[in-house]
């Protein structure tokens, strides 16, 4: 059974960080792409940032350039998003997608609350 847990939300000031962790098990993780989204309220999913299997290649929305890291450990089956100078703005549910060819899995979310 493939399982996908997020971890490391919570609330934060303005400004700060956080760093969000996503473990995977039950699947060859080497082998999937790996993609952080989030969803705010009343708001469409979007994609945060990607990467590759192999954690080549990476892919950032824009308004997260500069400010969010993805990252991958494959021997731990792990995926991390590193965020800073957090805004308001990036309030949401933040949810990690594993994707190779037409398996897809996702995990259950954990939120992030940016508020003074």
């Known amino acids: 059974q493939v399982r996908l847990v997020e971890s490391g939300g919570g609330l934060v000031q303005p400004g700060g960080s956080l760093r969000l962790s996503c473990a995977a098990s039950?699947?060859?993780?080497?082998?999937?792409?790996m993609t952080w989204y989030r969803q705010a309220p009343r708001k469409e999913r979007e994609l945060v940032a990607s990467?590759?299997?192999?954690?080549?290649?990476?892919n950032y929305k824009e308004s997260v350039k500069g400010r969010f890291t993805i990252s991958r450990d494959n021997p731990r089956n792990m995926v991390y998003l590193q965020m800073s100078s957090l805004e308001p703005e990036d309030t949401a549910v933040y949810s990690c997608?594993?994707?190779?060819?037409?398996?897809?899995?996702w995990g259950q979310g954990t939120q992030v609350t940016v508020s003074s």
């Open positions: 039950g699947l060859t993780f080497s082998r999937y792409a």
């Open positions: 997608k594993a994707k190779w060819g037409n398996n897809e899995y």
């Open positions: 990467i590759s299997s192999i954690g080549d290649i990476t």
